[in-house]
């Protein structure tokens, strides 16, 4: 599966130290899971739950492909809201599909920028999309950013159906090949054809389910080949963010996700501790304490503090509301 890295607060974070710097950050998270103790999965062998593998080449687990197939990362500087008269918050969009560490741009890039909310996405194309920069996540629409770690069930056969359910904004607003971009446009349907204005989260969380609704029935309704599929998928405008842990089959775990309240300061330099968990002597003036309220997403925890991280349950929300409070719900619909 793909990997996936979002952060929001109020404390600005430097791209190169949560990207790019630790050892288990997402440019790195190709072979091995850092905490996979961590996470459960399902053995079908076995026929039971088991403790998760380090090896992501691991066949049994959901997290089992090698991600080399392009990089995305998106963020907000708060520029466009200055120079522009709307006044909105708009992201700023970088994609390539050379392996992260050797794209020295990228590198550049992240060592020089920080942000306040970044959405950083590693793909493992999957649906027979092509390697190129347009199916790099994260999807833009207006003020919001979209991504997603899995997969939709046999997707080619449900594309046309799927497409007549689109609004014509949120169809011209697709530039690639790939089932994620078409599932944003979905959700952007359902949410509304303004992109420009503030949801609140009950109207993201409503557009999501309507979603997550519409797919599975989707792929029911054709009597495929792959009729399940993994929908974690997050969303944000810089000020609120919604993400999911959902597979649409009971017997099939979907792939990991936590969340973290408190990784914040062990992935900023400016603060005491290291993310390798390494005895570095930083001369900071700044104690833990003093770092601001945050939220980390990701598919994989990024330090070495097991505590730090949380596992989020199967087919849930994970709903971060502008005052940066975490609430976790299951989410619930009927066919």
């Not at 996470?39 to 062998?45: A, E, G, K, L, V």
């Not at 403790?51 to 080449?57: T, V």
């Not at 741009?105 to 996405?121: E, G, I, K, Y």
């Not at 009971?250 to 990784?263: G, I, K, N, R, V």
């Amino acid at each position: 599966m793909c990997r996936w890295f979002a952060y929001i607060g109020v404390e600005p974070t430097l791209l190169e130290d949560v990207l790019i710097k630790p050892k288990h950050s997402i440019v790195k998270q190709i072979d091995v899971h850092f905490l996979p103790n961590l996470h459960i999965t399902y053995n079908p062998d076995l026929g039971r739950n088991t403790i998760s593998s380090g090896e992501a080449s691991d066949t049994q687990g959901p997290n089992h492909f090698t991600n080399v197939d392009g990089f995305g990362v998106g963020y907000y500087t708060g520029v466009a809201a200055e120079f522009n008269e709307n006044h909105i918050n708009l992201p700023c969009v970088y994609r390539n599909t050379r392996p992260p560490l050797n794209d020295l741009n990228l590198l550049s890039l992240c060592a020089h920028t920080s942000t306040t909310c970044v959405f950083a996405h590693l793909r493992a194309g999957s649906s027979r999309s092509a390697t190129v920069e347009t199916n790099n996540h994260p999807f833009i629409f207006g003020r919001y950013m979209f991504m997603h770690n899995g997969f939709v069930g046999n997707f080619s056969k449900i594309k046309i159906p799927l497409l007549k359910k689109l609004s014509i904004a949120s169809y011209e607003n697709i530039f690639g090949t790939t089932d994620t971009e078409h599932v944003a446009a979905l959700f952007f349907t359902h949410l509304g054809d303004d992109w420009s204005i503030e949801y609140s989260m009950e109207n993201l969380k409503k557009a999501m389910v309507n979603t997550i609704r519409d797919l599975v029935t989707l792929v029911q309704d054709m009597n495929i080949d792959v009729p399940h599929s993994f929908l974690n998928f997050a969303v944000t405008d810089s000020y609120q963010l919604l993400a999911t842990r959902y597979s649409s089959m009971d017997e099939f775990e979907p792939p990991s996700l936590y969340y973290s309240t408190t990784a914040g300061p062990t992935l900023n330099r400016k603060y005491p501790d290291h993310p390798d968990g390494e005895q570095v002597q930083k001369k900071t003036k700044r104690g833990t304490h003093e770092h601001g309220k945050h939220v980390i997403v990701a598919s994989e925890p990024s330090t070495y503090k097991a505590a730090e991280w949380h596992l989020v349950p199967r087919n849930s929300f994970v709903l971060v509301e502008k005052d940066l409070n975490v609430d976790i719900e299951q989410i619930r619909f009927s066919i």
